[in-house]
């Protein structure tokens, strides 16, 4: 016979895995009402549910176990990150259990019931587009969660980021003050603040030149990345480009479009220069070492864990965001000014 789950019950009782959690582990504090407090207990003893032995046995009802969902994990951005939150979760006597959401709202909410039925004390996640209402479920329980590289505009929860606007812009500047005759702009269509924050300092900058240069921009969805890449490069770039500037919003665009410079033997940065957002292994096997802009991602990961276990600890409503700068990284594929 199938044990019984939490999942169960909050199926039967109409709410949140995490809101069955907090019940059954009797926390206090939550804004969880008497009336569902009692159905959850009496759905608990009619389908006889039993705890896990373990998480019942905890008399501090902490696990030390913090959830971390990333948005790729494939990306060396979110594997370095991981790593980082790791072995600074570690010195705090946290085990961390990481879970990658792909960009899905949907696998991003399971993750989270998920860690929730582990009973985590707390999670770090990069909230992905469409995932308001989960993050919103998590704060009306009071349950410790901090963001992370990433925000959502008008859900109010605790996290790290960098100023991708001001970051984005200078770098627009500095590519401004090289005298391209054309810049293009590669980023994603999107709704995640933290990215149209980057086109945004993009577009700042342009709009306050007084350069005249030929501006474009490359935008695509999430599928499909390398093929759309190259598609709309041959179209905007061809295979002969002449003092051109690339400015890619992202590591997953830049690898994309250093593929099509390859391809058609485009030279960096005697034809095209090339800026980057975020490092990244792959960059290495490029015959030019790529400019990027280069997140802090020890200092981003030491201030998430710490604003966690400050939550864990002593939970406050806050939607407090650390914001901290990210900095350039000029390499090869970088022209040197002429003028």
């Given at each position: 016979m199938k044990r019984s789950s939490i999942k169960d019950i909050a199926k039967l009782a109409g709410v949140s895995v995490a809101t069955v959690s907090y019940v059954l582990n009797r926390k206090e504090g939550q804004r969880i009402s008497e009336e569902t407090r009692k159905k959850i207990f009496e759905i608990a003893e009619t389908i006889n549910y039993t705890p896990n032995k373990i998480a019942k046995s905890l008399k501090t009802n902490k696990t030390k176990?913090?959830?971390?969902?990333?948005?790729?994990?494939?990306?060396?951005?979110?594997?370095?990150?991981?790593?980082?939150?790791?072995?600074?979760?570690?010195?705090?006597?946290?085990?961390?259990?990481?879970?990658?959401?792909?960009?899905?709202?949907?696998?991003f909410e399971k993750l989270t019931e998920l860690f929730s039925q582990q009973q985590v004390d707390g999670m770090i996640?990069?909230?992905?587009?469409?995932?308001?209402?989960?993050?919103?479920?998590?704060?009306?329980?009071?349950?410790?969660?901090?963001?992370?590289?990433?925000?959502?505009?008008?859900?109010?929860?605790?996290?790290?980021?960098?100023?991708?606007?001001?970051?984005?812009?200078?770098?627009?500047?500095?590519?401004?003050?090289?005298?391209?005759?054309?810049m293009i702009y590669i980023g994603y269509e999107t709704e995640l603040p933290h990215l149209l924050d980057r086109q945004h300092g993009f577009e700042k900058a342009v709009s306050s030149s007084k350069k005249t240069v030929e501006i474009q921009y490359l935008l695509i969805g999430l599928e499909n990345i390398a093929q759309e890449v190259?598609?709309?490069?041959?179209?905007?770039?061809?295979?002969?480009?002449?003092?051109?500037?690339?400015?890619?919003?992202?590591?997953?665009?830049?690898?994309?479009?250093?593929?099509?410079?390859?391809?058609?033997?485009?030279?960096?940065?005697?034809?095209?220069?090339?800026?980057?957002?975020?490092?990244?292994?792959?960059?290495?096997?490029?015959?030019?070492?790529?400019?990027?802009?280069?997140q802090p991602i020890e200092e981003m990961a030491e201030?998430?864990?710490?604003?966690?276990?400050?939550?864990?600890?002593?939970?406050?409503?806050?939607?407090?965001?650390?914001?901290?700068?990210?900095?350039?990284?000029?390499?090869?594929?970088?022209?040197i000014n002429l003028t």
């Open positions: 176990l913090l959830g971390l969902i990333v948005a790729d994990i494939s990306n060396d951005f979110y594997s370095h990150m991981a790593r980082n939150l790791e072995d600074k979760a570690l010195k705090l006597g946290y085990t961390l259990i990481i879970g990658s959401s792909d960009e899905n709202a949907e696998k996640v990069a909230p992905v587009a469409g995932s308001e209402k989960t993050l919103e479920n998590l704060i009306h329980i009071k349950y410790p969660v901090v963001t992370i590289d990433r925000y959502l505009k008008g859900v109010s929860v605790p996290g790290i980021t960098i100023d991708n606007q001001e970051i984005a812009e200078s770098t627009a500047h500095l590519l401004l003050n090289k005298d391209f005759d054309k190259h598609l709309q490069l041959e179209k905007m770039l061809g295979k002969t480009p002449e003092n051109t500037a690339l400015y890619f919003s992202s590591n997953k665009l830049a690898v994309a479009g250093l593929s099509y410079l390859v391809k058609n033997n485009i030279k960096v940065p005697e034809q095209v220069s090339v800026i980057a957002f975020d490092e990244t292994d792959a960059y290495d096997l490029f015959p030019t070492e790529i400019t990027y802009i280069q201030e998430a864990i710490k604003l966690l276990d400050g939550q864990i600890t002593n939970y406050t409503a806050t939607g407090k965001r650390i914001t901290l700068s990210a900095k350039l990284v000029a390499k090869a594929s970088l022209k």
